[in-house]
């Protein structure tokens, strides 16, 4: 699996941006996916995860309320939306893929399969 993550940018505080990561290969659908971000100096953190087939999500408690992720198979997409963004939010934003749900829902860097290449996002006034 190819993951291509894209959608991220500057905006001010509050404001909201939508993250997109397209997936190729036959078996998207079947892959638990997830987006974590990192700053620099600090370790990649989890930020939210989606069931293969859509009906379960996990978030951190961090973005709890204010970020959906979402998936669509047809499309092997992954979505993030990110509403009522606060400067805290900026960073590097990875989409990440992995057969094993509880894998990517526990946050296991080092054991993830596959990642895609990150955008930034920049929240700042």
């Known amino acids: 699996v190819q993951l291509q993550a894209s959608g991220g940018g500057f905006v001010q505080p509050g404001g909201s941006l939508r993250l997109s990561c397209a997936a190729s290969?036959?078996?998207?659908?079947?892959?638990?996916m997830g987006w974590f971000r990192q700053v620099p100096g600090m370790e990649r953190e989890f930020v939210a995860a989606i069931y293969w087939s859509g009906d379960n999500t996990y978030y951190a408690d961090s973005v709890k309320g204010r970020f959906t992720i979402s998936r669509d198979n047809a499309k092997n997409t992954v979505y993030l939306q990110m509403n009522s963004l606060k400067p805290e939010d900026t960073a590097v934003y990875y989409c990440a893929a992995d057969e094993r749900y509880r894998t990517v829902v526990a946050g296991r860097v080092g054991n993830i399969d596959y990642w895609g290449q990150g955008t930034q996002v920049t929240v700042s006034s």
């Open positions: 290969g036959r078996t998207f659908s079947s892959y638990g």
